[in-house]
């Protein structure tokens, strides 16, 4: 049995399709010929939108404060904000439009998957890509446009390698999701090496797509045979609570580990009270209190109605970080900005100094959140 997005997200892609249709480019700001062009492809529909919405809403936050602040030498920020599907190619379009539309750099892009060929496209324009939460080991160490304000998501395995383990937890099974396997098959590679080296058995992994048409009973019945006492989820929010639905419908109260792709409200939606107990890897904390937090937090809810989630907290600090990118750049051209990202001093966060390495790399450290109550909270 699939999971179906609550009504209020169909609608809300619905009307983000026809808005894409009739206006390939989304200009956020008023165009003029003074102000600094900034193009942000996201997944803005789809089921894993929501990241890419919480993203969207987080960047613009950010982008209305600086203008407000008087804009970067004196000119004002506009985002060009569209949907990439969170698909490869549909991302490459969308960067190759926003690219003809005049952005002079790019903010975006949440997933491995939609950054998997976004990475070298940028490269090849020579247009720099600041993403906000591209994990992926695939980009590490690498020479090129391509910039991220996350650490690498192998740590996220380990991570949740070395809590199952403090539990006693000695056998596990589980699996990844395919289409974004930039992304899934880093963090089960990253779980499965300190699993073992920790003496725990691991079963063979099992690859799935995130679909309405996957068979997740079939995931679940071919994991129970291997009997073990943990299961590692490198997937979406969608497959997570797909898989949670599953193991109740057995009758198997099985303690499930989850990627940080799955850790969003919409795994509490999707999924109910059988998602209780769930642990996710994250690397930033929604709720965390500090006076930088609190007025993000006060502001983002009285623009958008809601608390923000991950999603916006990193595309809010990915904006910020390009700010001050732009500001110290000799000239406001591609490889004017990919110089000063490559030189760039640590810019504050909402939590703790951003800092990348010369190959555009941050080191963040990831943390774990449990679902208790229908909400996540961070474990110690």
């Known amino acids: 049995m699939a999971v179906q997005p609550k009504s209020s997200h169909r609608a809300s892609n619905r009307l983000l399709l026809l808005f894409v249709a009739l206006c390939p480019v989304w200009a956020t700001y008023t165009c003029s010929a003074r102000t600094i062009k900034i193009g942000v492809p996201l997944a803005l529909t789809g089921l894993t939108s929501r990241l890419g919405v919480s993203a969207r809403n987080g960047i613009e936050l950010a982008a209305e404060e600086i203008n407000s602040a ?25 960067d190759r439009a926003l690219h ?11 997933s491995s998957k939609s950054g998997q060929l976004a ?21 590490s160490g690498k020479d090129d446009w391509f910039f991220r304000i996350i650490g690498a998501n192998d740590k996220q395995g380990t991570a949740l390698a070395e809590w199952a383990l403090s539990q006693g937890w000695t056998r596990a099974a589980g699996g990844w999701e395919q289409s974004n396997q930039s992304y899934t098959r880093a963090v089960w590679t990253g779980f499965e090496t300190s699993f073992v080296e920790g003496r725990g058995k691991m079963a063979p992994g099992l690859s799935f797509v995130s679909s309405q048409e996957t068979s997740y009973d079939k995931l679940v019945e071919e994991w129970l045979k291997t009997e073990p006492d943990c299961l590692l989820v490198a997937g979406s929010s969608y497959d997570a609570a797909n898989i949670a639905q599953e193991l109740a419908r057995h009758g198997v109260s099985l303690p499930i580990l989850v990627s940080m792709w799955a850790r969003t409200d919409d795994l509490i939606v999707f999924g109910g009270k059988t998602v209780e107990g769930i642990v996710a890897a994250a690397g930033l904390d929604p709720e965390m209190i500090n006076p930088q937090m609190d ?8 623009r958008y109605g809601e608390a923000p989630d991950f999603g916006a907290v990193y595309g809010y ?10 500001k110290s750049a000799k000239q406001l051209n591609g490889p004017g900005i990919r110089e000063a990202l490559r030189r760039l001093e640590p810019v504050a966060g909402l939590q703790g100094a951003i800092e990348m390495d010369q190959y555009g790399d941050s080191n963040r450290p990831y943390y774990l959140y449990q679902i208790r109550d229908g909400r996540f909270y961070r474990m110690e």
């Open 70 to 94: 008087g804009g970067i030498k004196g000119r004002q920020l506009e985002l060009l904000i569209m949907d990439d599907g969170d698909d490869p190619q549909k991302a490459v379009a969308a």
């Open 100 to 110: 003809a539309a005049g952005a002079i750099a790019l903010l975006g892009h949440m």
């Open 119 to 139: 990475a070298g496209l940028a490269s090849e324009l020579q247009i720099p890509l600041l993403s906000p939460t591209i994990s992926s080991t695939d980009h």
């Open 295 to 302: 007025r993000f937090r006060d502001a983002f809810k009285k």
């Open 317 to 326: 600090e990915a904006t910020m970080v390009l700010a001050a990118a732009l």
